[in-house]
C-alpha cells in the first residue's frame, strides 16, 4: 500500500454514536459478539477441529482430544483423565507423545500424531518450528480477544474484575496495564516483577507484574526486549504526541499482517479504553518507529499510525479510527 493513501489518523471515532443505540441495533450488535465469541477457538480447539497443531521446539502441548484448556496460573490445574487412550507418534524424532497425550517438540518438521480412544480414532498433523510462537504466547492471544468478545464493549468502572483480581481490593485505578497481566495470567502464565526479569533468556516468554506502563517499558528495554516492529503476542505501548508522555497506553497486538516497504496492518486488544475492553485496526508505519527514544530525546517522535482505507475494513466489530495524538511508542517483545 502506498504511503499517500493512507490517509493521518483522527480523533478517537467509535464504531458506536455517541447517543445510546435502539434497542434492535444493540441486540445486533450484541448477536455479532455472541457469534465472533463462538467463533474464536482456542489453541486446543482449532486443533481439534483442523487437525493440524504447531509447536515450538522445546513446547509442549496436550493432544486436543484430551487437552484441559487453558487453566489460569493462579488456579490448580486438573488431573487429565485419559482413560484408555493410546497416543502414537509417526516419529519421535521430531516430536514425541508420552502416556498422558503430552506432544513436545523435539526438531523441526513434520509428524503426525495418532490418539485412539474406543473406537475413535484421531490424527493430528503436527509441525514443530524453532521460531514458532510459544504455546503461552497462543494462549494469551485468544484469552485477550475472548475477553474483547465477552465484554461486548460495555461500559467498566476503574474497580472492576481485572483490577480487583491485581490489587486484591476495590481501588479505582487506571488499568490498561493490569489487564494485559490478568490475560498473562489467565493465559497460564505467572508474570514475574520487572527487578527479577534480568536474566531472562531469550528463548523464554517474558510478561510483567507491573501495573504502571513505565515499569513494563523498562523490564523490556533492559533486555532489549522493546523494539520497533509487531509480532502477535506482543504488548504494544502508546507515546502522547502532545504530551511529555512516553507511557501513555499499553495493549496486547492480536494480529499482525506485513504490507510493504515496513507497513503493518496492527489489530490489538486494549483495557481500559474509554473504560472498556476494545480492539483496535491501524496501519503502522516502522519507518516512523520510535522504540529508540527516551524521555531525552521524545521532541523527534513520529507519528506512525495510519487509518486503514474504507475499503479494506472487513470487521464490523473493531475500531479502524485510534486516539488523537497517540503514536506507537514501540513494541514489548513477549517471545523472540
Not at 516419529?91 to 508420552?98: A, F, G, L, N
Request: net charge negative.
Amino acid at each position: 500500500m502506498p504511503k499517500f493513501v493512507v490517509v493521518m489518523f483522527l480523533t478517537l471515532a467509535l464504531i458506536l454514536p455517541a447517543a445510546p443505540l435502539p434497542a434492535d441495533a444493540q441486540g445486533d450488535l450484541s448477536a455479532l459478539f455472541e457469534a465472533a465469541a463462538a467463533a474464536w477457538l482456542s489453541p486446543s480447539e482449532s486443533g481439534q477441529a483442523s487437525g493440524q497443531y504447531t509447536l515450538r521446539t522445546g513446547d509442549s502441548a496436550y493432544v486436543p482430544a484430551i487437552s484441559p484448556g487453558i487453566i489460569p496460573f493462579d488456579q490448580e490445574t486438573p488431573a487429565v483423565s485419559v482413560g484408555n487412550a493410546v497416543f502414537e507418534t509417526t516419529d519421535d524424532q521430531i516430536v514425541s507423545v508420552d502416556a498422558q497425550g503430552l506432544m513436545t517438540g523435539i526438531e523441526a518438521g513434520v509428524a503426525t500424531v495418532i490418539c485412539t480412544i474406543d473406537d475413535m480414532t484421531y490424527f493430528y498433523g503436527v509441525t514443530v518450528e524453532d521460531d514458532a510462537m510459544p504455546e503461552v504466547v497462543k494462549n494469551f492471544v485468544y484469552i485477550a480477544k475472548r475477553e474483547f468478545y465477552l465484554n461486548k464493549l460495555e461500559w467498566l468502572p476503574r474497580a472492576n474484575q481485572y483490577s480487583r483480581w491485581y490489587y486484591k481490593s476495590g481501588k479505582e485505578v487506571g488499568w490498561c496495564s493490569v489487564f494485559t497481566i490478568w490475560c498473562a495470567n489467565a493465559a497460564g502464565f505467572d508474570p514475574i516483577k520487572e527487578e527479577d526479569a534480568k536474566e531472562i533468556p531469550d528463548d523464554q516468554a517474558l510478561f510483567l507484574r507491573e501495573g504502571y506502563v513505565s515499569n513494563q517499558y523498562d523490564g523490556f528495554s533492559r533486555l532489549d526486549r522493546f523494539v520497533g516492529v509487531p509480532r502477535e503476542g506482543y504488548l504494544v505501548m502508546y507515546a502522547n504526541m502532545r504530551k511529555a508522555y512516553l507511557f501513555t497506553h499499553i495493549g496486547i497486538v492480536t494480529d499482525v499482517t506485513p504490507l510493504n516497504d515496513g507497513l503493518y496492518q496492527v489489530t490489538t486488544v486494549e483495557g481500559n479504553m474509554s473504560s472498556s475492553v476494545k480492539s483496535y485496526t491501524y496501519v503502522y508505519d516502522s519507518n516512523l518507529s520510535n522504540h529508540h527514544l527516551t524521555s531525552k530525546s521524545r521532541e523527534k517522535i513520529e507519528a506512525n499510525i495510519f487509518i486503514v482505507p474504507d475499503n479494506e475494513r472487513t470487521d464490523p466489530l473493531t475500531q479502524y479510527e485510534t486516539t488523537e495524538d497517540f503514536t506507537v511508542f514501540g513494541f514489548c517483545a513477549t517471545w523472540l
